[in-house]
T-cell receptor, first 113, second 110 residues
Framework: AAGVIQSPRHLIKEKRETATLKCYPIPRHDTVYWYQQGPGQDPQFLISFYEKMQSDKGSIPDRFSAQQFSDYHSELNMSSLELGDSALYFC????????????FGPGTRLTVL | EDKVVQSPLSLVVHEGDTVTLNCSYEVTNFRSLLWYKQEKKAPTFLFMLTSSGIEKKSGRLSSILDKKELFSILNITATQTGDSAIYLCVVSTGTYKYIFGTGTRLKVLA
């Protein structure tokens, strides 16, 4: 069965650069969630989208933005990268709202030098 | 402030033991409680609980929710080394909003 696809899997950037992470949900899933997991930490919810509209916002820095496109894939744009942005970023997808299961992607490991 | 607390934070057992992981929550507008297993990759879904008193089972794992006392437990019987992981409790508090617990780090020794 198709799973959530994230690209790239690994990304190395320098401070103050920009990064774009992509998430392709499971087919027919209309909801995408983004999480950030720092080293040794638990995942933190960043932002979610339902039917191409932002549905909820968590602890996402102002330097980050995200959107969901007409094909339901989502992109997380990160500008003015800082060392503390180094983390595993993974997205999840589901059908509809909070009563439904989230399926997680493999994550993108971002390293900021 | 919404919060989800898991206990213990860390647990070491031997193969064959039974473990019980706890998750308590204080949230407004509870929708559901989810358990995830996280190894060296993104978490994998275990259970979603929405109703009190109904046990969900999957092999050696089972979970139950008490919405009156605001907690859930995850039981693992006859533990195996492959059960070693972080177990995350996540509470949904509204549409597309999730509060993560601290996680319980389980290590099963051979």
């Amino acid at each position: 069965a198709a799973g959530v696809i994230q690209s790239p899997r690994h990304l190395i950037k320098e401070k103050r650069e920009t990064a774009t992470l992509k998430c392709y949900p499971i087919p027919r899933h209309d909801t995408v969630y983004w999480y950030q997991q720092g080293p040794g930490q638990d995942p933190q919810f960043l932002i979610s989208f339902y039917e191409k509209m932002q549905s909820d916002k968590g602890s996402i820095p102002d330097r980050f933005s995200a959107q969901q496109f007409s094909d339901y894939h989502s992109e997380l744009n990160m500008s003015s990268l800082e060392l503390g942005d180094s983390a595993l970023y993974f997205c999840a997808s589901s059908i509809g709202g909070s009563y439904n299961e989230q399926f997680f992607g493999p994550g993108t490991r971002l390293t900021v030098l | 402030e919404d919060k989800v607390v898991q206990s213990p934070l860390s647990l070491v057992v031997h193969e064959g033991d039974t473990v019980t992981l706890n998750c308590s929550y204080e949230v407004t507008n509870f929708r559901s409680l989810l358990w995830y297993k996280q190894e060296k990759k993104a978490p994998t879904f275990l259970f979603m609980l929405t109703s009190s008193g109904i046990e969900k089972k999957s092999g050696r794992l089972s979970s139950i929710l008490d919405k009156k006392e605001l907690f859930s437990i995850l039981n693992i019987t006859a533990t195996q080394t492959g059960d070693s992981a972080i177990y995350l409790c996540v509470v949904s508090t509204g549409t597309y909003k999730y509060i993560f617990g601290t996680g319980t780090r389980l290590k099963v020794l051979a």
